[in-house]
């Protein structure tokens, strides 16, 4: 059998090597991985056995990175190696889902103790492998960057004191993933987290999925429907995009909010609920309110405390490691590659408009192109033609000339394509009745065709709907 010593903390190297020495006599490799963080991609795929983590004594001071480590690994397929008599750490362990853990032998004890410490690990290994296959979530919690650490010792003090949070960041850079790791870092960790994206209501449903409804209280309510609230009772409640919520929907979550009691649509009973609110948005919530799109209390309401995630490419360490997870994952693209280090630079040196979900994107077409399962840079193939021009300015003599050519064109395309959707915009106002109306025919909601409508007034300034040769709005 093999296995794989990783090391969490300042372990005695002594004890570490004499595990090894143990497993090898028993006619079993062992190979130590050194000093590991939480995130390291390691330890997201197991390509060994059997995991034995020996963690530390001072892993008390590491309890948020800890509880990303258990995030990261499958704990039922690993072994966890604890210092002698350290009752606290067993206790920790277990109520994050641990079921194997040994205990380091005391200090110069015999080479007995240490032999029945290995045969407890062999035991327990040949259980493991009986179990099948299996593989971490996609959504690997990764905080490799110095920057994405201080955030994550930040998160940790948050969810220990029961207060709203507002997650902003560029849109793709991990809101969920924060919201989610806060939730499981707080005292709630074992009651529900639940998420709703507001941008994806249609907004005559808004009230009815955030507060529920009564039977025969609209047409098509055949049932009494618990809200998102009733469902989050006693755990935590992730709103993303919440600047997209109605403006006449806003008083209503306010108070719900103050007054911790909700009412169904259809009666005037209220019901108590207990729920720690994380809310998230790209947009700036002071310019929304500036421009009166949401409300000034509600904003005040919801931002007790304001977490601001990096955006990737301020997190070089963390494009390397979430793209390394997602090379050696077969939940990406359904097979597994390796990844060179040129790769790896050439992926860091890119701007990452869509963060994370764009490099997922590109290390999946890099699967594609890879021979052998090995990805290497001419396999990298970034995304949108609109970010070309933020692409890495290293560039093969090929491409060069077509890059010329390129960039003669960029300002034009861009242009072109601006006035293609404000033509669209101001054809569908001028073809309906109403903006709700206009709204439904492009697709999209009230509030961003009028976001849209005036960022396209601030920059082209009055009489700017004659430039499209239509009418006024």
Excluded at 95 to 116: E, K, R, V, Y
Excluded at 143 to 171: C, H, N, Q, Y
Excluded at 287 to 296: K, N, Q, S
Aim: glycine fraction near 6%.
């Amino acid at each position: 059998m093999e296995f794989s010593i990783v090391q969490f903390g300042s372990n005695a190297s002594s004890d570490l090597s004499k595990l090894q020495q143990s497993l090898h006599v028993a006619g079993h490799h062992a190979s130590i991985d050194g000093d590991q963080t939480a995130s390291d991609s390691d330890l997201l795929i197991s390509k060994t056995d059997c995991k034995l983590v020996c963690i530390a004594g001072e892993w008390i001071s590491e309890r948020a990175s800890l509880q990303v480590l258990m995030a990261n690994m499958n704990v039922n397929k690993s072994i966890f190696i604890i210092p002698h008599n350290d009752v606290e750490l067993a206790r920790h362990l277990g109520s994050l889902g641990c079921s194997h853990i040994l205990a380091f032998p005391a200090s110069g004890d015999t080479d007995h103790t240490w032999s029945g410490l290995v045969v407890s690990i062999i035991a327990i290994g040949a259980a493991i492998a009986l179990l099948p296959a299996s593989e971490n979530s996609r959504n690997a919690v990764i905080f490799s960057d110095p920057k994405s650490k201080s955030m994550l010792a930040l998160i940790e003090r948050v969810a220990k004191v029961d207060v709203t949070a507002l997650l902003t960041g560029e849109s793709g850079v991990g809101k969920e993933v924060v919201a989610r790791t806060l939730h499981a870092m707080s005292p709630r960790s074992r009651r529900p987290f639940v998420a709703l994206n507001c941008a994806a209501i249609p907004e005559n449903l808004v009230e009815s999925i955030l507060f529920g409804h009564i039977k025969g209280s609209f047409t098509g309510a055949v049932r009494d429907q618990a809200g998102i609230f009733e469902q989050a009772d006693g755990g935590t409640l992730f709103l993303d995009e919440i600047g997209e919520l109605p403006i006449d929907i806003q008083p209503k979550l306010l108070r719900v909010l103050q007054e911790r009691t909700s009412a169904r649509v259809g009666t005037i009973n209220e019901m108590p609920f207990d729920v720690r609110l994380i809310a998230a948005t790209n947009q700036s919530l002071s310019d929304l309110v500036r421009d009166r799109l949401f409300r000034e209390d509600l904003f005040y309401r919801i931002s007790t405390f304001h977490i601001n995630i990096p955006s990737l490419r301020e997190r070089p360490e963390d494009i390397k490691q979430i793209a390394r997870h997602c090379a050696s994952s077969t939940r990406f693209a359904g097979t597994a590659c390796a990844i060179s280090e040129s790769a790896i630079a050439w992926l860091q040196s890119y701007r990452w408009p869509g963060n994370v979900r764009e490099l997922e994107n590109v290390i999946c077409r890099a699967k594609v192109f890879a021979t052998d399962n090995f990805i290497d840079q001419q396999d990298i193939i970034f995304d949108a033609v609109e970010s070309l021009e933020s692409a890495p300015s290293s560039q093969k003599p090929e491409e060069l000339t077509s890059d010329v050519v390129k960039d003669s064109h960029e300002v034009n395309l861009s242009v072109a394509k601006e006035e293609a959707e404000i033509g669209a915009i101001f054809k569908a106002i001028e073809t309906t009745k109403s903006r709700e109306e206009a709204a439904r025919v492009l697709g999209i909601s009230s509030r961003t065709l009028r976001y849209k409508v005036k960022k396209f007034k601030e920059s082209h300034g009055q009489g700017s709907e004659e430039i499209l040769g239509v009418g006024r709005i």
